[in-house]
């Protein structure tokens, strides 16, 4: 068994061997970090997006960041941003917002990063606007931060990464439970 050293936020080894019975989605880029998410994540967070079909809904994503070969980042818990102002094409991240994520983060996550955020663009299509280009530049700047974007009404969804000092949009591994 081989396990990768931690760089930020993790309480546990990764074990590589789990790689090995996930699934790829997309094309990764070992020149960002490579995006894992488990599966129960995944399907908490297209729960949380499917709640609101016509306003934008969103959150954050907590988990590891690894920055040995192969530098990855693995989503490993949610958590929905309820205090956001939602409107039908934007999501505002409150004082109350980060405030509950820092107080949550460390009560039910002890130890986990956050490591990106998450929202849901309802009949838009997967991109990053430039409202959400400036929330990625200014609020989630690391190498290892990363951006989800849902469209619930499409059924669609998609990761971006910092690749190249750019924000791109890459594929991801799915980690079954």
């Not at 490591?115 to 929330?135: E, K, R, V």
Request: some cysteine.
């Amino acid at each position: 068994m081989s396990t990768l050293k931690t760089a930020t936020g993790a309480k546990e080894p990764f074990d590589l061997d789990r790689l090995r019975d996930a699934r790829q989605l997309g094309t990764l880029y070992r020149s960002g970090a490579v995006v894992v998410i488990e599966e129960p994540v995944l399907e908490e967070i297209l729960e949380y997006s499917n709640k609101d079909l016509v306003r934008e809904v969103g959150g954050f994503l907590l988990g590891e960041v690894h920055q040995q070969e192969p530098n990855c980042v693995i989503i490993r818990h949610f958590h929905p941003a309820v205090q956001a102002t939602s409107r039908a094409a934007s999501l505002t991240f409150t004082h109350e917002t980060w405030s509950d994520l820092h107080r949550q983060a460390e009560s039910r996550f002890p130890g986990a990063a956050v490591i990106g955020w998450q929202h849901t663009h309802p009949g838009f299509g997967i991109f990053l606007s430039a409202y959400d280009m400036f929330i990625q530049r200014n609020f989630f700047s690391a190498p290892w931060q990363i951006a989800m974007v849902v469209d619930p009404r499409r059924q669609e969804l998609g990761f971006f990464h910092w690749r190249n000092e750019e924000v791109l949009d890459c594929g991801f591994v799915c980690l079954g439970q």
